[in-house]
């Protein structure tokens, strides 16, 4: 990695000079993804020069690489020959996502410039539901007949593979229907004279187009396949989704339960590439909706101020009661939430799950009540019944946030809606509420107030 | 997806009817990861048994789906001769895969039911860091000579590939040292009679055995690689990671991640198959350190109980400065914190970051100071004064929180710490404590007490 940083110095320097046809000799030996991060580096007024150093084919899949606010750029200066150029040496799949980012102006002037079979095409691929595996596939597959030898079948690959985005598994077609796979290793290993339809796996795992692309993205996890077919619903093959783009979903998907965990809305855009009104629309939505509901906390507060002016001390354990109690609960909701996108939690666990946790609840919540007890004795050095109390709220409220956190996710999955977003940012306010009611109660219980 | 889940009853259904040779047909025809689902739903007496009727080269394949308590329970059960039959079929890294995981009985028969070859090369790749790239890489590769034709190449391939990972990218060795890379694409579309090394792509990005997983799995995320070759020291190839490989990488880093956020120690264990006081020990060590921590908090509530009693009124809000002060911190850091772990942040961005945020929180904190205002003013009724103090003191700690959110991370990192278990459980009891001292501190002087 260290010779990378080298190289981009040694570009940027080149540019600086500009030395082009050292510049282009350079930017031939290395990665697109790497020359990408070089135009991240260099001055706006460079881009478009250094993009026209790059021969045709490096051009595109550099693009491909480029932060979405960088290929508007370009697109935007591009010439109509230059455009229908880069668009021409994409991938489909690759040629939807940059349209899905770009605003209408720019849209506009990429389906000007393509040949109207793309524009179909393109039109198709935009009309696949947001998240969708349709939204996402390709349509550059390599397809075989099941009469094929594996003789014709290579020469087949090496005719329209260079154009594909994977070679390596192919998909055998009858009547456009998909009924079997081989791989290029399959190939390999087989004679020439094999006929395909001798050597491929018939029973083929595909997706819907309509299927949910973090469900996709979990198939790859678990098969470690390089590529999934998507059928449409009369099992016809209408394109594949490759491990690179699960990967990018994995990424997208985990980025987005991340942020909800946080009480932040949901974008595409990077942290570095978001402006700053935007990350605030983003941010101050839940931090507007928790704080107008911890007025909750605030009442039950206000309705025991009697109690808490006999006993001031009191108060002085609030916040840690609610941290607790919060750190608690988001400790299972978060781990559930987890095994929820990651398949491994279903609404048929609900039970086995909520015991696990009643179980697990029961241990930490004593815990931190003995532990609590002798901390406040000899710390904050309050009379014992004041101590009794704060520990066996502590204990509680631990059992309670713990059996909130595990449930909710699941119910509310069971709902159909996403439990990261849903549920994290209420665990606090709920949690609050609870343990300041079982406080004061258990508190008017044992001090007689 | 929903023809797996009838596939799975009509095998258990199998299984039960004791009808082993229509199950090993029916067996045949999957794939081995469902297969290992099945292992998870049935009883455990029938595993060994359902695990005898699966074909030797099958079995293998399942073996490595399973989850470790499976395959420990297996391992123990099989005779000698299975057992080495097992490992004979397995890839070289899921066998150390395996032995990391199992107790020490078990790993012993694992040694003494291998080839002298074999025991050599798992000590080697045991004695790798863990979470190093020589500790996931396997050291099955297809190696060609650059003065090789294609068709040798190719005839190569065909010898040796069916034991290979991956056949896909095939690495030029000369002296053991990595000096090429061609892909089988590249092979199917030159002429038989090219040069290897006249194909070859020669400047090849490679990894130090001794690299971090994390940095590896990255890679991956950024190239759209099949796999990576991994070199010693002298540039020698040593073993190639796969983009499966990878992608078990980002989703174990990702959840360490999202444990540490939500103050738990990490495990490799799954969530349904982590027993009770192996959770409750995940768990209860950060509780009892925020518990305690939160002494901090309640001392300042104390040091100010004399305010409290003049202004009881005051103690309401006291849940709501601190969870919004704890939510927009925390908004901060996690977003800072995945920022850093996929490589978009590094320290020399801090003055960036924070310049971003200062101005991202001048603006959630006018709103919701303002927001705040009319709330306490409309909802609680409480005097001017009271809403304004309370009003100052949430932006004031809007302002503060994010900063601490947006620096602690990245300076935590450059101390070499990791960012998500350091900063993310911490959050909250500092931003409870500045909250609280400021809130007290604009009181008294707004209020004079």
């Known amino acids: 990695m260290v010779e990378n940083f080298e190289e981009i110095d040694k570009i940027l320097k080149l540019i600086e000079e500009k030395r082009f046809f050292k510049l282009r000799e350079a930017l031939i030996e290395m990665n697109p993804a790497d020359i990408a991060t070089i135009f991240e580096e260099i001055n706006q007024k460079d881009i478009t020069l250094l993009f026209r150093v790059l021969p045709k084919e490096l051009a595109a899949d550099t693009f491909t690489y480029l932060e979405s606010h960088m290929q508007q750029r370009l697109i935007e200066a591009f010439s109509d020959r230059e455009l229908s150029d880069v668009i021409e040496e994409l991938f489909m799949d690759d040629t939807v996502d940059i349209i899905e980012e770009m605003p209408a102006n720019v849209v506009n002037k990429i389906l000007r410039n393509v040949d109207p079979q793309t524009r179909t095409l393109i039109n198709e691929l935009l009309n696949y539901p947001n998240d969708s595996a349709g939204s996402i596939m390709t349509t550059e597959y390599v397809s075989l007949k099941g009469g094929m030898t594996v003789e014709e079948a290579f020469a087949h690959i090496r005719r329209v593979g260079v154009d594909k ?43 819907d187009t309509h299927e949910d692309q973090e469900v996709v993205a979990n198939m790859f996890n678990k098969y470690d396949f390089i590529a999934i077919p998507v059928v449409d619903r009369e099992n016809r093959l209408v394109g594949i989704v490759t491990f690179d783009d699960a990967m990018d979903v994995i990424n997208e998907e985990t980025e987005e339960d991340i942020e909800a965990m946080a009480a932040i809305l949901p974008s595409d855009k990077s942290y570095m590439h978001t402006g700053i009104f935007a990350t605030w629309k983003k941010r101050i939505p839940w931090l507007l909706l928790l704080m107008v509901s911890a007025t909750f906390t605030g009442k039950i507060i206000t309705y025991f101020e009697d109690a808490l002016g006999a006993y001031v001390v009191l108060t002085a354990f609030i916040p840690m009661l609610m941290d607790t109690g919060g750190n608690a609960g988001s400790q299972s909701s978060v781990t559930i939430i987890r095994g929820i996108s990651m398949d491994e939690i279903s609404f048929s666990d609900i039970f086995r799950v909520m015991w696990k946790e009643f179980r697990v609840s029961i241990l930490c919540g004593f815990t931190l009540a003995i532990a609590g007890f002798i901390k406040v004795i000899l710390i904050d050095h309050v009379e014992i019944l004041v101590a009794l109390v704060v520990s066996i709220t502590l204990c509680v409220t631990v059992l309670i946030a713990k059996f909130i956190g595990c449930s909710l996710p699941i119910l509310v999955k069971k709902m159909g809606f996403d439990p990261a977003v849903m549920v994290s940012p209420f665990i606090t306010t709920a949690v609050d509420a609870v343990s300041l009611l079982l406080y004061f109660n258990i508190a008017s219980a044992l001090l007689n107030i």
Chains 1, 2 share one sequence.
């Not at 009924?179 to 595909?206: C, F, H, P, Q």
């Open 165 to 207: 985005e994977t070679i390596y598994n192919c998909y055998v077609i009858e009547d456009r229907r998909l009924v079997g796979l081989v791989t290029v290793k399959d190939l390999l290993i087989a004679r020439y004279e094999d006929k395909i339809e001798d050597i491929m796996e018939t029973n083929v795992i595909s997706v």
